[in-house]
């Protein structure tokens, strides 16, 4: 059996493919170049003093200069993220099912869910420390906790709109409750659940970097602190440049995966 | 001649739960095996809800009253295949896998005899080369012929049609149409429809459906194998049937 | 009807001349590094007794919300005066911020290395291998590992957390063994109201030089020698007054903000406080300043030493 491969769709697609992909990095290069042209004539214009706005040159020499030390706390911080994106979604998936199956369950968890919304993160970020420590696992549950609310609430009304044409054909074909979930109600929840997961992606670090401000030792948020502690502000514009880096290629390489994975639309 | 009826409608009501308004009542209705029997009526008139009825799809959600007379065994949905206007064919899917759609859904093995099974029906519709294409990458026509291989896949007696070709170009249509008459020889045919022409090339029986609650009346077809191909007589038979379907329609 | 006009013009009247008095005064806006608390006792008592009128002076009180903020706004020039801590004022003038002393609230370290007294940590010996919460302030390898190294701890050795300001809450559960940048005269007694007596090692008797904790700054540029040293009087006579009437002062402090100042912890605090108020806050001792400057650059926390003439001028 030949390889399922849904990308050969035809030689047009095929070739306008890597023009894409080309055009859109050339685009990314173009926009970085001119923020930072801009970023550099507002240090000059203003007279901007280095402990409000470093320059970008400076910046660059410290990333350069401090690449052994940013790398250590940049790969904890990473760390944080994907954990917390694994135990966000892994919840997320698990809360839309228990909604889904147990109707009655719903009235239940729901005030939870809106809960884990509403409370903002700093003002539990403390509470969680003492309970977690002071290590990892806060800063897991702070971004699962962040991503909770978007991962949940997609995954659950994907489930829940599966189009009715879909469950008649399953039922026809005398489809158990179970066959029906695992085969017709999930996947086709999947492209809801993907802009979810997009969402996710985004907004994880900012889970991960509070917590690392309300207590850590170690990770880019810490270190952004330690920076402002000691007015090496290039430092932290450093640290906050390679965060910026790694929510954006997280991204992009989270929404191409998608694509690729999750290739219909319903 | 009780061999050849598949299922005999005598006095069927339907009515949703929760409603005063019966949908359908008096529904008198043969459906002869191995034959294809159309339902042709306005869109709403309620044919969809006896086809869905039949298929096993309302059972909750209505009353029912009037006897379903059949020689097939146990419940008459386990006979049942259902081809509806949307081609329904799973995007996630290949051809091949949404063919063989019911085993994923029993949970069974696929064996190698139902493999080649699979195959040699999605030569038959014509899309042997298209076999691992998914269906987005497939034209409205395509698509329809993936969820008639679908259909005869499942093997049952008794195949229940939602206006399946309506959604598609004139000529598509008519292929179509054509195709499926050859590949469902043996099995017995309900088909809905709006129609006329649709009605009158494919059916050795129609039953028009119209007012409200709606009733059935037989209409009277030509004596020729299905498909029948377009002549004067069909089209002044089409002409009939729509004066009457719209007699019915000013008059409900 | 004409004893309300005559009440009336006299009220009118009254707000005039006071707002004419408010007119001849230099307006003055002070930033302090944290809500107000029994450091800051001098100021309230002040601005209170209308110490600052006295001299002509307007004070504007203002609470950050983050601590490294009041000096960077001194810096930008958007407020005149802060209140940072020498620590801090050492690295800003390192890093070329734009800033001076004007003048010494707290003149001894209130920093302090906590542990609770439970008899598990009783010499800084016994913190080998054990975490210690901070409050980052960007000097604490250089304290901590001077006061460490006085008992033959490597800095290395110990594991060094960020609490953030949840400095007590992290030694009371145990979160960690010990923490520093806890006030002598405030987490002390904090712990000590919630059940957890503690013990503290000071930093100025393990090897640290002396410091003062908290200074008032203003940009070097853009200072006003007179204002500052209106201030300086100002305060000098608060200082004077709580030391001579300690209880009074107390009701006068609280009397700031009853609801969120008359408190158990603030009034034990206060107790604590009063010695450590600097008696001449206008004073400059410049060796004392350059030991402290030299200490910092030799572990590293600055990358050059400011002259103490610099940063610390005579006004």
Same mark, same amino acid.
């Given at each position: 059996?030949?390889?399922?491969?849904?990308?050969?769709?035809?030689?047009?697609?095929?070739?306008?493919?890597?023009?894409?992909?080309?055009?859109?990095?050339?685009?990314?290069?173009?926009?970085?170049?001119?923020?930072?042209?801009?970023?550099?004539?507002?240090?000059?214009?203003? @007279?901007?003093?280095?402990?409000?706005?470093?320059?970008?040159?400076?910046?660059?020499?410290?990333?350069?200069?401090?690449?052994?030390?940013?790398?250590?706390?940049?790969?904890?911080?990473?760390?944080?993220?994907?954990?917390?994106?694994?135990?966000?979604?892994?919840?997320?998936?698990?809360?839309?099912?228990?909604?889904?199956?147990?109707?009655?369950? @719903?009235?239940?968890?729901?005030?939870?869910?809106?809960?884990?919304?509403?409370?903002?993160?700093?003002?539990?970020?403390?509470?969680?420390?003492?309970?977690?420590?002071?290590?990892?696992?806060? @800063?897991?549950?702070?971004?699962?906790?962040?991503?909770?609310?978007?991962?949940?609430?997609?995954?659950?009304?994907?489930?829940?709109?599966?189009?009715?044409?879909?469950?008649?054909?399953?039922?026809?074909?005398?489809?158990?409750?179970?066959?029906?979930?695992?085969?017709?109600?999930?996947?086709?929840?999947?492209?809801?659940?993907?802009?979810?997961?997009?969402?996710?992606?985004?907004?994880?670090?900012?889970?991960?970097?509070?917590?690392?401000?309300?207590?850590?030792?170690?990770?880019?948020?810490?270190?952004?602190?330690?920076?402002?502690?000691?007015?090496?502000?290039?430092?932290?514009?450093?640290?906050?440049?390679?965060?910026?880096?790694?929510?954006?290629?997280?991204?992009?390489?989270?929404?191409?995966?998608?694509?690729?994975?999750?290739?219909?639309?319903? | 001649?009780?061999?050849?009826?598949?299922?005999?409608?005598?006095?069927?009501?339907?009515?949703?739960?929760?409603?005063?308004?019966?949908?359908?009542?008096?529904?008198? +209705?043969?459906?002869?095996?191995?034959?294809?029997?159309?339902?042709?009526?306005?869109?709403?008139?309620?044919?969809?809800?006896?086809?869905?009825?039949?298929?096993?799809?309302?059972?909750?959600?209505?009353?029912?009253?009037?006897?379903?007379?059949?020689?097939?065994?146990?419940?008459?949905?386990?006979?049942?295949?259902?081809?509806?206007?949307?081609?329904?064919? +799973?995007?996630?899917?290949?051809?091949?896998?949404?063919?063989?759609?019911?085993?994923?859904?029993?949970?069974?093995?696929?064996?190698?005899?139902?493999?080649?099974?699979?195959?040699?029906?999605?030569?038959?519709?014509?899309?042997?080369?298209?076999?691992?294409?998914?269906?987005?990458?497939?034209?409205?026509?395509?698509?329809?012929?993936?969820?008639?291989?679908?259909?005869?896949?499942?093997?049952?007696?008794?195949?229940?049609?939602?206006?399946?070709? =309506?959604?598609?170009?004139?000529?598509?249509?008519?292929?179509?149409?054509?195709?499926?008459?050859?590949?469902?020889?043996?099995?017995?045919?309900?088909?809905?429809?709006?129609?006329?022409?649709?009605?009158?090339?494919? =059916?050795?029986?129609?039953?028009?459906?119209?007012?409200?609650?709606?009733?059935?009346?037989?209409?009277?077809?030509?004596?020729?194998?299905?498909?029948?191909?377009?002549?004067?007589?069909?089209?002044?038979?089409?002409?009939?049937?729509?004066?009457?379907?719209?007699?019915?329609?000013? =008059?409900? | 009807?004409?004893?309300?006009?005559?009440?009336?013009?006299?009220?009118?009247?009254?707000?005039?001349?006071?707002?004419?008095?408010?007119?001849?005064?230099?307006?003055?806006?002070?930033?302090?590094?944290?809500?107000?608390?029994?450091?800051?006792?001098?100021?309230?008592?002040?601005?209170?007794?209308?110490?600052?009128?006295?001299?002509?002076?307007?004070?504007?009180?203002?609470?950050?919300?983050?601590?490294?903020?009041?000096?960077?706004?001194?810096?930008?020039?958007?407020?005149?005066?802060?209140?940072?801590?020498?620590?801090?004022?050492?690295?800003?003038?390192?890093?070329?911020?734009?800033?001076?002393?004007?003048?010494?609230?707290?003149?001894?370290?209130?920093?302090?290395?906590?542990?609770?007294?439970?008899?598990?940590?009783?010499?800084? %010996?016994?913190?080998?291998?054990?975490?210690?919460?901070?409050?980052?302030?960007?000097?604490?390898?250089?304290?901590?590992?001077?006061?460490?190294?006085?008992?033959?701890?490597?800095?290395?050795?110990?594991?060094?957390?960020?609490?953030?300001?949840?400095?007590?809450?992290?030694?009371?559960?145990?979160?960690?063994?010990?923490?520093?940048?806890?006030?002598?005269?405030?987490?002390?007694?904090?712990? %000590?109201?919630?059940?957890?007596?503690?013990?503290?090692?000071?930093?100025?008797?393990?090897?640290?030089?002396?410091?003062?904790?908290?200074?008032?700054?203003?940009?070097?540029?853009?200072?006003?020698?007179?204002?500052?040293?209106?201030?300086?009087?100002?305060?000098?006579?608060?200082?004077?007054?709580?030391?001579?009437?300690?209880?009074? %002062?107390?009701?006068?402090?609280?009397?700031?903000?009853?609801?969120?100042?008359?408190?158990?912890?603030?009034?034990?605090?206060?107790?604590?406080?009063?010695?450590?108020?600097?008696?001449?806050?206008?004073?400059?001792?410049?060796?004392?300043?350059?030991?402290?400057?030299?200490?910092?650059?030799?572990?590293?926390?600055?990358?050059?030493?400011?002259?103490?003439?610099?940063?610390?001028?005579?006004?």
């Amino acid at each position: 059996m030949p390889p399922r491969n849904p990308f050969t769709r035809s030689a047009q697609s095929a070739e306008v493919k890597p023009r894409k992909i080309g055009s859109s990095l050339l685009q990314g290069v173009i926009t970085v170049i001119v923020i930072l042209a801009i970023w550099q004539c507002i240090v000059i214009f203003f @007279k901007m003093p280095s402990f409000i706005l470093p320059s970008p040159g400076a910046v660059l020499q410290k990333l350069v200069q401090r690449a052994d030390v940013l790398v250590f706390h940049a790969w904890v911080t990473m760390q944080e993220i994907l954990l917390g994106l694994l135990l966000g979604l892994t919840m997320g998936l698990f809360f839309a099912l228990q909604m889904l199956l147990f109707k009655p369950l @719903k009235r239940w968890l729901l005030p939870i869910l809106i809960a884990s919304q509403a409370i903002p993160v700093f003002a539990i970020a403390p509470i969680l420390m003492l309970w977690l420590g002071y290590g990892i696992a806060s @800063k897991v549950v702070m971004a699962a906790l962040i991503i909770f609310f978007p991962v949940t609430t997609c995954c659950y009304d994907g489930l829940r709109s599966t189009p009715t044409g879909y469950l008649d054909l399953a039922q026809t074909m005398s489809a158990s409750r179970w066959q029906t979930l695992r085969h017709i109600r999930l996947p086709a929840a999947l492209p809801t659940l993907a802009s979810g997961i997009r969402v996710a992606v985004v907004v994880a670090p900012i889970g991960a970097v509070v917590g690392e401000w309300v207590g850590s030792s170690a990770g880019l948020g810490y270190l952004m602190l330690q920076a402002n502690a000691r007015m090496m502000i290039d430092e932290m514009f450093a640290a906050l440049f390679i965060l910026a880096l790694f929510s954006i290629s997280l991204y992009f390489m989270t929404d191409q995966c998608l694509k690729r994975a999750i290739h219909w639309r319903l | 001649m009780a061999d050849s009826v598949l299922i005999k409608i005598i006095n069927g009501a339907l009515r949703y739960k929760g409603e005063g308004q019966y949908v359908l009542s008096q529904v008198n +209705m043969s459906i002869a095996k191995h034959q294809w029997t159309s339902v042709l009526g306005k869109s709403g008139c309620g044919k969809t809800s006896l086809l869905r009825f039949l298929a096993g799809l309302l059972d909750e959600k209505v009353d029912w009253s009037g006897s379903v007379e059949t020689p097939l065994q146990g419940d008459l949905s386990q006979h049942v295949a259902y081809m509806a206007q949307q081609d329904l064919l +799973m995007p996630w899917l290949s051809v091949m896998d949404n063919v063989c759609l019911r085993f994923r859904l029993s949970n069974k093995k696929i064996t190698e005899p139902e493999k080649q099974q699979a195959t040699a029906l999605i030569e038959q519709v014509g899309l042997l080369d298209k076999i691992h294409h998914f269906p987005e990458q497939l034209s409205g026509g395509m698509r329809q012929r993936v969820a008639l291989a679908r259909t005869l896949m499942q093997d049952k007696p008794l195949v229940l049609m939602d206006e399946p070709f =309506s959604a598609l170009d004139a000529v598509t249509r008519y292929q179509l149409q054509n195709l499926s008459v050859t590949l469902l020889q043996n099995k017995t045919i309900v088909l809905i429809t709006h129609d006329p022409q649709e009605a009158l090339r494919l =059916s050795s029986k129609i039953y028009l459906m119209h007012g409200q609650p709606a009733q059935c009346h037989s209409f009277p077809v030509p004596t020729m194998d299905v498909p029948r191909r377009l002549s004067g007589e069909i089209a002044q038979l089409q002409q009939q049937l729509i004066e009457q379907l719209g007699k019915n329609h000013a =008059s409900s | 009807m004409n004893n309300r006009i005559k009440k009336g013009c006299v009220t009118l009247l009254l707000s005039v001349l006071s707002l004419s008095a408010c007119a001849q005064n230099k307006r003055v806006t002070l930033m302090l590094d944290w809500f107000v608390n029994p450091n800051h006792g001098p100021i309230i008592v002040a601005l209170q007794q209308g110490y600052f009128d006295e001299q002509g002076l307007t004070v504007k009180i203002q609470e950050p919300a983050d601590p490294s903020l009041p000096a960077k706004l001194v810096a930008a020039n958007k407020v005149d005066l802060a209140i940072s801590y020498q620590t801090s004022l050492t690295i800003d003038v390192a890093a070329k911020l734009p800033l001076i002393r004007a003048s010494t609230l707290i003149s001894t370290p209130l920093n302090t290395m906590m542990v609770l007294d439970n008899g598990k940590i009783n010499t800084l %010996a016994d913190l080998k291998g054990k975490k210690i919460g901070i409050a980052i302030a960007g000097n604490e390898e250089a304290i901590i590992g001077t006061m460490l190294q006085t008992a033959g701890v490597n800095y290395s050795d110990v594991e060094i957390i960020h609490v953030g300001w949840a400095l007590s809450s992290a030694l009371a559960s145990g979160k960690v063994d010990a923490i520093w940048g806890g006030f002598r005269n405030f987490e002390s007694n904090q712990l %000590a109201i919630e059940g957890y007596p503690s013990k503290a090692f000071y930093p100025e008797e393990h090897g640290v030089p002396m410091y003062d904790e908290l200074v008032v700054v203003a940009n070097a540029d853009h200072y006003d020698a007179d204002a500052i040293g209106k201030f300086n009087k100002a305060i000098e006579k608060a200082t004077a007054y709580i030391l001579n009437h300690p209880k009074k %002062a107390w009701t006068i402090f609280v009397s700031y903000s009853p609801d969120t100042l008359d408190n158990e912890l603030n009034q034990r605090a206060w107790r604590d406080t009063l010695t450590r108020f600097d008696l001449r806050p206008a004073a400059v001792d410049l060796k004392r300043y350059d030991e402290f400057t030299q200490f910092l650059f030799d572990h590293k926390v600055i990358p050059f030493k400011p002259k103490s003439g610099d940063f610390v001028p005579t006004l």
